[in-house]
């Protein structure tokens, strides 16, 4: 999981693992064995089920389902995840594109998840995601007002450092003005 993530998640991470003992009086050992109880099976409503039945916070139960219920395709794997997300060719071109924007960036950190491929720096800069129609949506750590293409990025799923986003039909929209947004947000980073 290492390599994919920034220095500033790698010390998150093991924060929320320390913490869990000291915190709820539960070693992780402990809490798996109580994930395994849930009558649920799928992930967000098992964080649901943790969060209500034993008062466990959202990443601390993220955390503790993902030792739980280890999947094929974890933060370790980023090639099975990205082949997993990118099927589409069209959109697989789009995320192409806005990738080879960004590639030379000194210290890019790229990190893949099951709903999109993210880019970080210190933080979270830009993630896109694939959506219908051979199409991807791309959120980036820079006001909405910075181009009329933009828009406020709502409830995507990715960090909440991105607060525009902008659906790209096809990989020619990754133009100059785009990788001009691409490197604002990366300055933000």
């Known amino acids: 999981m290492g390599e994919h993530l920034t220095e500033r998640q790698k010390k998150w991470f093991a924060s929320v693992q320390a913490s869990l003992e000291r915190d709820t009086g539960k070693s992780l050992d402990e809490w798996v064995a109580i994930a395994k109880t849930c009558p649920e099976t799928t992930s967000g409503k098992q964080a649901t089920w943790l969060r209500e039945q034993h008062g466990l916070g959202i990443n601390r139960a993220a955390y503790v389902l993902s030792v739980a219920f280890p999947s094929s395709l974890g933060w370790d794997d980023a090639d099975g995840l990205?082949?997993?997300?990118?099927?589409?060719?069209?959109?697989?071109?789009v995320f192409e594109a806005v990738e080879a924007a960004v590639k030379a960036y000194p210290g890019l950190v790229t990190g893949q998840?099951?709903?999109?491929?993210?880019?970080?720096?210190?933080?979270?800069?830009?993630?896109?995601?694939?959506?219908?129609?051979?199409?991807?949506?791309?959120?980036?750590?820079?006001?909405?007002?910075a181009d009329p293409r933009l828009e406020p990025a709502g409830k995507e799923g990715w960090s909440e450092r991105l607060k525009a986003a902008v659906t790209l039909e096809s990989p020619d929209q990754v133009d100059a003005a785009l990788k001009a947004l691409l490197k604002q947000a990366w300055d933000n980073s």
């Open 82 to 93: 990205r082949a997993a997300l990118w099927k589409d060719p069209a959109s697989a071109a």
């Open 113 to 145: 998840r099951k709903g999109f491929s993210a880019w970080s720096h210190e933080f979270q800069f830009a993630a896109v995601r694939p959506i219908r129609g051979g199409r991807a949506r791309l959120g980036l750590a820079v006001a909405p007002a």
